[in-house]
């Protein structure tokens, strides 16, 4: 299928749950908006990134506007998209600037590709990547299987029918880090030092806990439109789309379950012959620019007593990340909410 | 036997910023300065049941005690006797047997495995391998042949390890005011460590791009920019001489981990072959390991007459074309084709080649002090079919 998608590139400001607002660069998705309306996105760049979501086969053309950045409005930076992970890519739609093409403020360019195989990716921009990364110009991508269909269990899967990677419910589990006091230097015209890198957040879905289980209100969250919170049925499989894109290794952990590790960087773990390599484990340690897919089944601890939703607890191992700005809890904190089986109806779309 | 001398000595290095870094390193030139990383040591295995065996000839040109450790060799013997750790009055001076300043000491050391391999000092480590005491060992299969098909492997023939070219990257970072500190004579406070640097065989990027043995950088002979031709297989052989991980992200393709610290990724049970080896997009390259691994690159068989890209080119001059006014681009979207790009713009494209950048992605790495580009990263460029020379990114079979 022929997928048209466009989106704008700009900056905008964020929350984190101490009240603080910081200074980003990032994506927002222009698609279908007319084009004397754009200019209405500009200072509205969302973190995480809007996720992509392609099928096996589409025939993706995705333009990128570069529509400035009002509140460093001499900041005539050029962006890009990289699409991290697409085997075969050339080099003109890989989004690097330095043996290709970036674009300005003001202008379009269409990347092309037909993806190859399912799996967890991401993208980026990668004009100065140290800089555009961590200002926020980062978001998930899911390929899926070319017989992806929800309405039949056995379809409804990671990677394809009779892989074994089966789900009932999706969520991106997206992770980065935010130093405030680099995101406050740019916001002021002045350069780092990256070698000073010392993040003071940690991030899913580009919140921080709390945040990341609460909704958007009117003064708060409104361009970070992705909770990290995930609800499900007991007994469904549930599957976690790890992806890193800080500048820090994350081991992230649920207790009360366990992982069955079915993809790593957009690959079924297979050996040369076919071997089946997937394994179990109960902490997902993952270093910037790899992806993690991860299937749990959801327990059923009460056994249909009272006391639902059961609250489990996904946090980092690196426990020094779950805080906010020092504060206790905060930073890599989720929470999984389970329900009676049947309560929640069927997802139609990741993250619900 | 293969017998190799290696001198410890210092030196100087440079950056791609005009900074001098003083070194110690290892030279294979009575005389010559210290060179990042140390030579590369390449050793072919004899045919089992015989044991591949060389020996080391170090001399310590040093002001303290130097040695050498050698993670994964099967058995290190210094006159005879198995290597040691050496105490002082009970006080551990040396994870092994050591050189003392002006003395030669020779190890003897018998392979395990072909693969990937670092040499580093035992003595001191933290400071040692920090300095630059460090270098990369390949041990060839007893059946390598370069160029013959089935026989020019990374394992030996069968091993699923067959390779068209192949490129060692060996990885650090370097903290400037360790070494002033060296330099002076004064101590450092282990706890202070910041690397400002990172590299891939003793450069910061875009130094790793410049060709072996450029004259500018006499002490880092070692370049790193990876040629190939498409469809090939490369062997990417990353050794982490380090204390930190790096996370290495290859543009244009995953690898596949065919080999971890010089050892094959296969189990044999009952005769039964699994074979272990995984793709990824990002490979951990961790403090002390090895990752050998196998990339290619296809392209999506565009081509300007019968299979042309299905988006226009937009007018170039309206666009952003490379950094700073130079560009790797030909300025065409079709492997081996030029493209006309903007006046003033000033292309290092050679062959109408495509360019994929191979870099850390904990992205502080990719600079240097905080100036991008720099750092742990490089360039794989693919070059149109035939035009490499056969032996371009070929290492010798051994030294």
């Known amino acids: ?352 | 036997m293969p017998t190799i001398n290696l001198w410890a000595t210092d030196g100087y290095i440079s950056t791609p910023g005009g900074k001098s870094i003083y070194i110690w390193g290892f030279t294979d030139q009575e005389g010559g300065s210290a060179q990042l990383p140390g030579p590369t040591i390449i050793i072919k295995e004899e045919q089992p049941p015989a044991e591949t065996v060389f020996d080391i000839n170090l001399t310590n040109n040093l002001n303290e005690p130097v040695s050498l450790t050698f993670p994964g060799q099967k058995n290190v013997k210094v006159n005879g006797q198995r290597v040691q750790p050496q105490y002082n009055n009970g006080e551990l001076v040396s994870l092994t047997n050591y050189a003392l300043p002006g003395e030669t000491i020779t190890y003897s050391v018998t392979t395990s495995s072909p693969g990937t391999f670092l040499y580093e000092s035992g003595t001191n480590p933290f400071k040692q391998v920090q300095m630059g005491l460090y270098g990369a060992i390949i041990v060839r299969p007893c059946d390598y042949e370069p160029h013959e098909t089935g026989l020019c492997t990374a394992y030996g023939t069968g091993t699923g390890t067959e390779f068209d070219r192949e490129y060692l990257l060996v990885l650090s970072e370097v903290d400037p005011a360790f070494h002033q500190a060296v330099k002076q004579g004064r101590d450092y406070d282990t706890r202070q460590f910041k690397p400002r640097y990172w590299m891939i065989n003793g450069r910061c990027a875009p130094d790793t791009m410049l060709p072996d043995y450029t004259p500018q950088l006499p002490n880092q002979p070692y370049g790193a920019m990876i040629l190939m031709e498409p469809g090939e297989k490369v062997l990417l052989r990353y050794a982490g001489a380090g204390i930190q991980n790096h996370p290495l992200h290859p543009h244009g393709h995953h690898t596949r981990l065919v080999g971890l610290d010089g050892r094959l990724l296969q189990n044999i049970n009952n005769g039964e072959v699994n074979d272990l080896s995984y793709e990824r997009f990002t490979v951990l390259a961790a403090a002390g390991q090895t990752c050998d691994q196998i990339y290619t690159w296809a392209g999506l068989g565009f081509d300007p007459a019968t299979n042309p890209i299905p988006t226009t080119i937009p007018n170039l001059r309206n666009m952003s074309i490379g950094h700073l006014g130079w560009t790797l681009w030909s300025g065409s979207p079709y492997l081996g084709h030029k493209g006309e790009l903007p006046s003033g713009m000033v292309s290092y494209n050679n062959a109408g080649e495509e360019y994929f950048m191979l870099h850390s992605h904990a992205e502080l790495e990719i600079t240097n002090w905080g100036a991008y580009p720099g750092g742990l990263m490089t360039m794989i460029a693919v070059y149109p079919p035939g035009t490499l020379g056969f032996n371009q990114g070929m290492l010798p079979t051994s030294l």
């Open chain 1, 1 to 352: 299928m022929k997928v048209d998608i466009r989106i704008a590139v700009t900056d905008g400001w964020i929350d984190t749950p101490d009240g603080i607002k910081h200074y980003i660069f990032g994506f927002v998705d222009i698609t279908g908006v007319p084009e004397a309306e754009i200019f209405n996105y500009c200072g509205k760049a969302e973190l995480m990134a809007p996720p992509l979501v392609f099928i096996v086969g589409d025939e993706v053309y995705l333009t990128l506007t570069n529509i400035g950045t009002p509140t460093r409005p001499d900041l005539d930076d050029p962006h890009t998209i990289h699409y991290h992970g697409f085997p075969n890519q050339i080099a003109f739609y890989d989004g690097v600037p330095e043996p290709s093409i970036a674009v300005p403020v003001g202008r379009n360019f269409t990347y092309y590709y037909k993806p190859l195989n399912p799996g967890t990716y991401m993208y980026h921009c990668h004009q100065e990547p140290v800089e555009h990364i961590q200002m926020g110009m980062t978001g998930p991508l899911i390929v899926r299987p070319a017989d992806y269909d929800p309405d039949y269990p056995e379809y409804k899967t990671a990677y394809g029918h009779g892989t074994g990677t089966e789900f009932d419910r999706e969520f991106y589990i997206f992770l980065s880090e935010l130093d405030c006091h680099i995101h406050d230097l740019i916001a002021k015209v002045q350069d780092p030092d990256w070698t000073e890198y010392k993040p003071t957040y940690w991030l899913i879905n580009g919140r921080s806990y709390p945040d990341t289980i609460t909704n958007p209100t009117p003064c708060c969250l409104q361009q970070q439109p992705w909770s990290a919170l995930i609800r499900a049925n007991a007994g469904e499989k549930v599957l976690l789309r790890f992806v890193n894109l800080g500048f820090q290794q994350h081991a992230l952990q649920l207790p009360g379950t366990v992982f069955k590790i079915i993809g790593m960087d957009a690959m079924r773990p297979l050996g040369r012959n076919g071997e089946d390599l997937s394994f179990f484990k109960n902490v997902v340690y993952i270093s910037p620019g790899q992806s993690t897919d991860a299937i749990f089944t959801v327990p059923d601890p009460f056994q249909g007593q009272a006391g639902f939703p059961v609250v489990l607890s996904l946090y980092n191992r690196n426990l020094n990340k779950n805080y906010t700005a020092g504060m206790v809890p905060g930073g890599m904190i989720s929470q999984v909410h389970i329900y009676p089986p049947g309560t929640l109806p069927p997802q139609t779309a990741p993250n619900q």
